[in-house]
T-cell receptor, first 114, second 110 residues
Framework: GPKVLQIPSHQIIDMGQMVTLNCDPV?????FYWYKQILGQQMEFLVN????????KSKLFKDQFSVERPDGSYFTLKIQPTALEDSAVYFC????????????FGPGTRLLVL | QQKVQQSPESLTVSEGAMASLNCTFS??????FRWYRQHSAKGLEVLVS????GEKEEGRFTAHLNRANLHVSLHIREPQPSDSAVYLC??????????FGSGTKLTVEP
């Protein structure tokens, strides 16, 4: 089936540094999403993105977070500066459109903030 | 905000025996309910997506939705050891945001 790729698979950084998580969505998909899963907890919605804009975001999407997809390349989640509580697995997803479409998920990026 | 809860937390079944997983949600106005499977170090694999009350079958996976009871279940027919994974229930909001349960860890023993 359609595949979403995420780079890197693991990232370890020091608190206060900037980190960029990259997502290569399914080609011709138009909607993109980030979800966060802290170890042992539920996966939670962060943000979705369409046509160059954030459409919805949750309260987890702090001011230190930003997303973009410059020139149709990777869909990125940037955290600047990082905090200890940002340690989690971040999952990217994409869907063809917003309506009833299934979201296809990547394997996740495991972020550890020290 | 939609609250999604799954039970049991973990389930062990023998190969070939039916496996049944449960999911309850707090807001019945959603129009889409999904079951995903999560193998470690892999992305989520969608199993069944159901829109209306009743049953939806996809291969060996059957979802049963009862919106009045705020309940959706997943039944796995003839499970194999390769079906061992974490199964996630997800409820879609009007804005295509998915609210996930905490998962059921299924182990299928040979």
């Amino acid at each position: 089936g359609p595949k979403v790729l995420q780079i890197p698979s693991h990232q370890i950084i020091d608190m206060g540094q900037m980190v960029t998580l990259n997502c290569d969505p399914v080609s011709n998909h138009l909607y993109f999403y980030w979800y966060k899963q802290i170890l042992g907890q539920q996966m939670e919605f962060l943000v979705n993105f369409y046509n160059g804009k954030v459409m919805e975001k949750s309260k987890l999407f702090k001011d230190q977070f930003s997303v973009e997809r410059p020139d149709g390349s990777y869909f990125t989640l940037k955290i600047q500066p990082t905090a200890l509580e940002d340690s989690a697995v971040y999952f990217c997803a994409s869907s063809p459109d917003r309506g009833q479409d299934t979201q296809y998920f990547g394997p996740g990026t495991r972020l550890l903030v020290l | 905000q939609q609250k999604v809860q799954q039970s049991p937390e973990s389930l062990t079944v023998s190969e070939g025996a039916m496996a049944s997983l449960n999911c309850t949600f707090s807001d019945g106005t959603s129009n889409n309910f999904r079951w995903y499977r999560q193998h470690s170090a892999k992305g989520l694999e969608v199993l069944v997506s159901i829109f209306s009350d009743g049953e939806k079958e996809e291969g060996r996976f059957t979802a049963h939705l009862n919106r009045a009871n705020l309940h959706v279940s997943l039944h796995i027919r003839e499970p194999q050891p390769s079906d061992s994974a974490v199964y996630l229930c997800a409820v879609r909001s009007n804005y295509n945001v998915l609210y996930f349960g905490s998962g059921t860890k299924l182990t299928v023993e040979p």
